[in-house]
């Protein structure tokens, strides 16, 4: 028979080894980073527990060894890290999005949350369910600070904090032609390898232009859509590597990265991430045999992003913030003079 080597907790299971290898006390973990100083190799043996008590909202470990070793974990915190496969209908409802087009966005009916009257955590639960949330009136002065409130800023190549999106000559990407080209509705940074989570905002400072309307698409669900009106096409996209590039000439750096469109998660069982920009797409990475099939596949994701049935639009005016799981939300804009 073969020995049970974990605890159930609230219904979630942990094995020792992992309990141990978590162990949240001052000697495994640095005090002021939190970083981890155990180092599981150097044990004797497999770790084995003398006891395990439920203590109120703690669980409470002592370790076999010489001496014995006390761990402590909050049950909420171990929860937050569960890996058992057996996921709850509770579990689920709190990570829940509310995939839509624009049929479905406009019954959900997002408020635009205002600045200077009411700026509620109702416009953070927007972030998480849908993919975006929109702010009005935010002084230009209290940028930075509402950021941060959301996390640290990432800072890009050498733009620092903020860089700036505007109609230039000889412009370096086609984002700021002066030509004024629509967009096609695509993630930021899809030849960056450390961009896979990220959230982008747009501020608007300016906007005098005719035309030019923003655009947003879920990508997640094109891609559910897919799955069902054409899993050929979304099985193609999900499993066949595409290489991205970027060209910056005044720092003559050239950036590549290799990602499927759709990225499913580690189990490929659900979608991890969306990346796509047709204006930085380069070549699939396939035969010669399945290239045609590729751009069947291709040429159908263009024309469901492309579909107003997918597509929300409007118009960014001073003042006004757009936060987005650029991970999720594909940004476009319609051309202007």
């Not at 109609?167 to 930021?188: C, F, K, M, R, V």
């Not at 400072?205 to 005719?210: I, K, L, T």
């Not at 997918?310 to 804009?333: A, E, S, T, W």
């Amino acid at each position: 028979m073969t020995e049970q080597r974990f605890v159930t907790i609230r219904g979630k299971r942990f094995h020792w080894i992992w309990l141990r290898d978590h162990c949240l006390c001052p000697q495994c973990r640095h005090s002021s980073s939190f970083q981890k100083v155990y180092d599981l190799s150097e044990a004797p043996s497999t770790p084995e527990p003398l006891s395990i008590k439920e203590v109120g909202d703690e669980l409470q470990i002592i370790w076999a060894g010489d001496p014995p070793h006390y761990s402590t974990y909050p049950i909420s915190w171990l929860l937050s890290l569960a890996y058992d496969n057996e996921t709850s209908d509770d579990d689920k409802s709190e990570t829940k999005k509310y995939l839509w087009n624009l049929a479905e966005l406009e019954q959900y009916a997002p408020i635009w949350s205002d600045a200077i009257t009411d700026i509620s955590e109702n416009w953070f639960h927007q972030l998480r369910e849908l993919g975006f949330s929109l702010v009005q009136n935010l002084p230009s002065q209290e940028l930075e600070a509402f950021i941060l409130s959301i996390g640290p800023i990432y800072h890009k190549f050498r733009y620092g904090p903020f860089s700036k999106s505007q109609a230039i000559p000889n412009a370096q990407d086609l984002s700021q032609s002066a030509e004024g080209y629509a967009l096609l509705p695509h993630t930021d940074s899809s030849f960056l390898y450390d961009s896979q989570r990220m959230v982008e905002y747009f501020y608007c400072v300016e906007n005098q232009a005719r035309g030019g309307e923003s655009i947003l698409v879920d990508g997640f669900k094109i891609a559910k859509d897919l799955q069902e009106e054409n899993p050929e096409v979304y099985q193609i996209l999900s499993e066949t590597p595409v290489e991205f590039r970027h060209l910056h000439r005044n720092w003559e750096y050239y950036f590549r990265r290799k990602t499927p469109i759709i990225k499913l998660d580690i189990n490929n069982d659900d979608i991890f991430g969306i990346y796509f920009s047709h204006k930085n797409f380069n070549h699939p990475l396939v035969s010669f045999e399945k290239m045609e099939s590729f751009y069947d596949a291709y040429s159908t994701l263009l024309r469901y992003l492309k579909s107003p049935k997918y597509q929300y639009c409007f118009k960014l005016m001073p003042g006004d913030l757009l936060v987005f799981q650029n991970f999720r939300i594909l940004h476009g804009r319609n051309a202007f003079v």
